[in-house]
């Protein structure tokens, strides 16, 4: 498997909505998308042919996001020199790739509306701290 799978995508989608799946709206700007809109923003990319790591097809990887990716919040992270890529960069939408901690989703905050940091488990919740450590 190369992408997130149905069990992943539900888990991302009831996170963003605040544990209601209908509830459900982009984690970077606030805008409702409900049980089928938006789309899910790998932060760190899978890579040309995709990847098989857990990490990078898990919830700690994946973000709900309005638009496409070409257009929204999702094309704001796609268009990566662009000012507001920065800032989706900044808030943590997505991370360059790297193997060390900085780099790693589990790691990096998305930081939402508000300022507020969250982190994102393995098993699709938000942390208000910073895992210590994680399973590997």
């Known amino acids: 498997m190369t992408g ?4 992943v995508r539900k ?3 009831t996170r963003a909505g605040g544990g209601d799946i209908t509830l459900a709206c982009c984690e970077a700007c606030g805008t409702w998308l409900g049980e089928h809109g938006g789309q899910m923003q790998h932060r760190v990319s ?3 042919g995709g990847s098989k790591d857990p990490v990078i097809n898990g919830p700690a990887n994946a973000a709900l996001l309005c638009g496409t990716p070409s257009s929204g919040c999702h094309g704001d992270c796609e268009a990566r020199h662009t000012e507001r890529a920065k800032e989706m960069r900044r808030r943590g939408f997505w991370i360059e790739h790297g193997t060390t901690r900085e780099f790693d989703p589990r790691f990096v905050p998305l930081v939402l509306l508000g300022d507020v940091e ?3 488990s393995g098993d699709g919740r938000y942390l208000d701290e ?3 450590d994680v399973a590997a």
Do not use: I, K
């Open 4 to 7: 997130f799978s149905a069990r």
């Open 11 to 13: 888990l991302v989608r």
């Open 46 to 48: 899978r890579g040309a």
């Open 118 to 120: 969250q982190w994102l």
């Open 130 to 132: 910073a895992p210590q």
